[in-house]
């Protein structure tokens, strides 16, 4: 599969998740695994996808299956709040108030993690969390070529009955709550908003470049 064409990427969440060898229709996959890339490197993929999708249990089967680590920026700015350094004070305020870290911190921070993770071999990972803004894919694509950028998408409905914990009984057919989720549909609703409002820009701006692959999912993917 060649990730410099223009043209339209096709391939299945099956093939995304299992690996070549237990799927006969996806011979194509074979060059994205551990060593047959043709940049000499691992995969470079990003994950997009709004709460509540289900994007770290796809993130957690991939990782497996490529070999490359999951590098999230909301982790990052946690190990950072921990480290207790000179930059968690200011840090804590920003997150605490729900907003964006400075796009300069969050590049800086994610720029180290690719360094240190360069001088221990790693040469792929996903990356989950970033970019948010077209400022920081532009920056993103300054610092490397991303083969593939993957936008998992679920019917709003579906969603928001994942992030209310809502469950359908597979018997009766009935609506269940499988927890107490304190949490009101127009707050679930306002963040999907804010999200699709966000990461449009991010999305076209992938889609331009014939890196953009994307998924509507049918349903919520098992935990285990
Ligand atoms: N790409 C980014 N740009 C700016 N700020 C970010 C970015 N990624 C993470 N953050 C900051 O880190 C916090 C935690 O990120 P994350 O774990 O991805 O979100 P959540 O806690 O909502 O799941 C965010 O609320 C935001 O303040």
């Known amino acids: ?24 229709e996806a011979p194509d996959l074979q060059p994205l695994h551990r060593g047959g890339d043709p940049k000499g490197r691992n995969v470079q993929w990003v994950f997009l996808g709004c709460p509540g999708v289900g994007k770290g249990t796809y993130v957690s ?8 680590p999951h590098i999230a920026t909301g982790d990052l700015i946690r190990d950072e709040l921990a480290s207790s350094g000179p930059l968690s004070f200011q840090l804590s305020e920003i997150v605490n108030q729900g907003k964006l870290v400075p796009d ?5 921070l994610l720029s180290k993690r690719l360094e240190a993770g360069g001088i221990k071999g790693e040469t792929g990972f996903i990356l989950d969390g970033f970019p948010w803004t077209v400022r920081q894919a532009e920056i993103l694509e300054g610092i490397t070529d991303i083969d593939l950028v993957v936008n998992l998408k679920l019917r709003e409905d579906a969603l928001l009955a994942k992030c209310l914990g809502r469950r359908i009984c597979s018997e009766c057919g009935k609506n269940y709550n499988i927890a107490c989720i304190d949490i009101k549909e127009v707050v679930v609703k306002e963040r999907l908003r804010i999200y699709n409002e966000m990461t449009k820009p991010v999305e076209e701006f992938y889609r331009a470049r014939g890196k953009l692959l994307e998924f509507d999912l049918p349903g919520g993917i098992r935990e285990s």
């Open 104 to 108: 300069e911190t969050i590049i800086d």
């Open 61 to 68: 089967r991939l990782l497996a299956l490529l070999g490359v």
């Open 1 to 24: 599969m060649s990730r410099s064409s223009k043209a339209p990427i096709t391939l299945t969440l099956r093939e995304l998740t299992y690996p070549a060898s237990t799927n006969k």
